[in-house]
C-alpha cells in the first residue's frame, strides 16, 4: 500500500497521458491553394484550424478561423490569393509529437492562445503532420475524468 492521496494517483495518471492518445486527424492543405478553397476545406471538414503544406508535405504554415476573415475583409478576389501569403509561418509555429505529455502540449495552447498544435513527426529536412491537438481533445480529459474517474 503506497499511501498515495486521490489526488496523488490522479495527477500520476495525468502525468502519463500522451498526446498520441487524444489527437485527432488533421486536415492539410497545400500552400498554392486560395484562401476560397481553404476557407471551403475549413467548412467540409468541420475543423478550426488547417496545417499547411509544401510539395514536400512538410509542415510551412498554420491557418485560423480568424487568418481566413482577415483575408476576407479585403476587397480582392479571395481565388486568387494563395494561403501561403495569410499563413503563419514556419518556423513561428508551435507544435507538439505525439509521444509529448498531453499537459506539456496544453500548456502551450494556453501559453500561446491558440486553438490547436500540429501533431508532428521529424523527418530529414522537414516536420510531417502526423495528428492535430485541440482544446476539443484536452477538454476530452476531463470529461473522461470526470464521467468514470479514470483516463
Ligand atoms: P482564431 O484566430 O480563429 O481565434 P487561433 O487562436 O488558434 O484561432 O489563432 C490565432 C493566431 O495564431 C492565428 O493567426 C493563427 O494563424 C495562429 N496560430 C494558430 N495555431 C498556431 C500554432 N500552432 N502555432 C503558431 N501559430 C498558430
Keep these: 500500500f503506497t499511501g498515495k492521496s486521490g489526488t496523488e494517483l490522479l495527477t500520476e495518471k495525468l502525468k502519463k497521458i500522451k498526446v498520441k492518445d487524444f489527437q485527432s486527424i488533421p486536415v492539410v492543405v497545400s500552400e498554392n491553394v486560395s484562401v476560397y478553397d481553404a476557407i471551403c476545406t475549413m ?11 509544401n510539395e514536400k508535405s512538410h509542415l510551412v504554415g498554420v491557418l485560423s478561423r480568424k487568418d481566413l476573415l482577415r483575408a476576407s475583409m479585403g476587397k480582392q478576389d479571395l ?22 505529455l498531453l499537459l506539456e502540449a496544453a500548456q502551450k495552447l494556453i501559453e500561446k492562445q491558440i486553438d490547436g498544435l500540429p501533431v508532428v513527426h521529424k523527418v530529414e529536412d522537414g516536420w510531417e503532420v502526423v495528428g492535430r491537438l485541440t482544446k476539443t481533445n484536452v477538454t476530452k480529459v476531463l470529461v473522461n475524468i470526470g464521467r468514470d474517474g479514470l483516463i
Excluded at 471538414?45 to 496545417?51: A, I, Y
Excluded at 494563395?82 to 518556423?91: E, G, K, Y
Design 43 to 53: 467548412f467540409l471538414e468541420d475543423v478550426g484550424t488547417l496545417f499547411v503544406v
Design 79 to 100: 481565388s486568387e490569393i494563395p494561403v501561403h501569403i495569410i499563413m503563419t509561418r514556419m518556423p513561428n509555429i508551435t507544435i507538439c509529437e505525439k509521444e509529448d
